[in-house]
């Protein structure tokens, strides 16, 4: 039984026939086409497939497509605009905030969420903002220190 | 990793929800946040042929205070308990709870209701629930019941919910004046689930004698237990260091203490003394004593 599904993304609308069983970070990656969504540990630990979805942080491979039916989600693709980084972008770039990468799509839509609901963070609450996101390569001190530079100019820009 | 295949179905209201359930049975499964039924499935530990999707249910999410009681939506999200603010005015340890279980991208997905009706041994909210003394409202086919929270955990997983039912509601009754409740965990590392947590709810008179005392562990055993002997030893008395490092001793009598990759027996039942001991020295000092 295959089911209708449509959303937006990242401004775009798609919709497709899919069965149930088909997790959302396969529809984004493999039915739509955008890879930068990662999927490191297919078992909700690692935040690599974290997208926002109405906003909210979640991690795509612990949904299925068809529940995000009718849903506006965003991704690491949506953030750049007119060949702009996003200040969070920018902010890992400028503070080396990623080793091979593989995390960082994760950790950027976790940082965006973050920074919405608390646009001042401490280093603490980043800390403990960032508890679902896993890097194997940069000791996260400079992932702190990207989002901290996120937030100072980000501040700077409103 | 892919679950094996099912159908789907997202009812618009209870009444259809039900409906659905009362005629797939044991071929279905209500499908909540997913947060801990997807990772199941995805293991292939559960392969229901059909999901309930409460997601578009209208209703079944929000909290209100009825005077006596918050009153929380089965499908309320933890994010949404952690971040109102009826939960942070008139009971802030719901809040605390909250923003402790897994990490925010959980706790954006998974609700209070799926997490009591899953009754995960290593869960958060269970131990809350047993200190403020919560009812689950359950909704089947011939309506509403209520049932107390010392009669909904029965072992591991398992709880007082019927096979036609759904979890709607969660009320949760407010303390008195005079209150203070805290909740401290010792959280797996990875996971962020309690190896061992409890939470503490006690009520202090004019005096400073303890009148009402709830404490809840959870993570150590098969299930949530009501740690009768630490209440038992804290009613009746003022609540000073050593009364509070005596009472906390027994937190581990009465828990089905389960040895696993995180401990002992022993390890995990010193961690159910320590941490009762922490939650009650951090009421009591909410509670203003
Ligand atoms: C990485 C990770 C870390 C986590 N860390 C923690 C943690 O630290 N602490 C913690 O407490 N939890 C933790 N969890 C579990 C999380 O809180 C789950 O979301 C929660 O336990 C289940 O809620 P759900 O809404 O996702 O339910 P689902 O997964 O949708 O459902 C769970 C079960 O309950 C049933 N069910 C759900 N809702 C109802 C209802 N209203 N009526 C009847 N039956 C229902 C379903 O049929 C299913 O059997 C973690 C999960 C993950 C993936
Ligand atoms: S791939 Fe989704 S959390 Fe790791
Ligand atoms: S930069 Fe390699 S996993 Fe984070």
């Known amino acids: 039984m295959k089911l209708p599904v449509k959303m937006t993304i990242n401004g775009q609308k798609v919709s497709h026939e899919v069965e149930p069983r088909l997790l959302l970070v396969h529809y984004i990656r493999e039915v739509v086409g955008l890879t930068g969504t990662h999927v490191g540990c297919d078992t909700s630990q690692c935040g690599a497939c974290t997208i926002l979805l109405g906003g909210q942080a979640v991690k795509a491979c612990t949904m299925f497509a068809v529940q995000a039916d009718g849903a506006t989600i965003l991704t690491i693709e949506g953030l750049a605009k007119n060949g702009e980084l996003h200040p969070i972008q920018q902010g890992f770039w400028e503070k080396h905030g990623l080793q091979c990468g593989f995390c960082t799509p994760g950790m950027i839509m976790t940082a965006y969420q973050m920074l919405e609901r608390y646009p001042k963070p401490t280093e603490d609450q980043i800390r403990h903002q960032l508890e679902g996101n896993l890097c194997r390569c940069t000791g996260y001190h400079n992932i702190v220190k990207a989002i901290e530079w996120a937030a100072e100019h980000m501040a700077g820009k409103k | ?289």
Not at chain 2, 269 to 280: D, G, N
């Open chain 2, 1 to 289: 990793m892919y679950p094996a295949a099912f159908d789907y179905h997202a009812p618009k209201n209870v009444k259809e929800a039900l409906g659905l359930l009362g005629k797939l049975k044991d071929d279905a499964k209500i499908l909540a946040g997913g947060h801990s039924l997807i990772p199941m499935m995805k293991l292939r530990l559960a392969q229901p042929k059909h999901l309930i999707d409460l997601g578009k249910v209208p209703g079944l999410s929000g909290i209100k205070a009825d005077g006596k009681a918050l009153v929380i939506g089965a499908m309320t999200t933890h994010w949404e308990v952690e971040s109102s603010s009826a939960v942070k005015s008139k009971l802030p340890v719901l809040a605390e709870v909250a923003s402790v279980i897994g990490d925010p991208a959980v706790r954006n997905k998974g609700t209070i209701g799926g997490s009591l009706a899953h009754a995960d041994p290593a869960a958060d909210w269970p131990a809350a629930m047993i200190a403020l003394g919560a009812e689950m409202v359950c909704e089947g086919p011939k309506g509403k019941r209520k049932v107390g929270v010392d009669q909904w955990f029965l072992g591991l997983m398992a709880t007082a919910l019927k096979e036609r039912e759904i979890l709607v509601q969660v009320r949760v009754p407010l303390l008195p004046a005079g209150s203070g409740a805290a909740y401290m965990k010792f959280p797996h590392p990875a996971s962020r689930f309690a190896v061992v947590g409890a939470c503490a709810a006690l009520t202090l008179d004019k005096q400073g004698v303890c009148s009402k005392a709830g404490v809840g562990v959870t993570g150590a055993g098969t299930r949530a237990v009501r740690a009768k002997g630490v209440e038992a030893a804290l009613v009746g008395k003022r609540l000073d260091a050593a009364t509070i490092e005596a009472a906390a001793q027994k937190a581990a009598d009465g828990v089905d203490v389960q040895a696993d990759l995180q401990g002992s027996v022993e390890y995990k039942s010193h961690l159910c003394r320590v941490f009762a001991k922490r939650a009650i020295t951090e009421a009591v000092r909410r509670a203003g004593a």
